[in-house]
């Protein structure tokens, strides 16, 4: 379980599958995650997948 704050994370080289992890820096609150500098890394195979995101402020680069 991830405590609320501001936490520094490192993504495992592969991940199995149907499985993310946080790269970086990131800050936690109960009910989301804000990259503050960071990534996500993910591993899913499906039909659909809905992730949802927003960026305050100015356009972000997303890549998949």
């Given at each position: 379980m991830?405590s609320?704050?501001?936490?520094?994370?490192?993504?495992?080289a592969?991940?199995?599958?149907?499985e993310?992890?946080?790269?970086?820096?990131w800050?936690?609150?109960?009910?989301?995650?804000?990259?503050?500098?960071?990534?996500?890394?993910?591993?899913?195979?499906?039909?659909?997948?809905?992730?949802?995101?927003?960026s305050?402020g100015?356009?972000?680069?997303?890549?998949?």
């Open positions: 991830l609320p704050g501001s936490h520094d994370f490192t993504a495992p592969s991940l199995p599958a149907n993310f992890a946080y790269h970086g820096r800050r936690i609150s109960l009910d989301s995650a804000t990259a503050e500098g960071g990534s996500l890394k993910l591993n899913f195979g499906a039909r659909r997948v809905y992730l949802v995101l927003g305050p100015r356009p972000r680069t997303m890549r998949v």
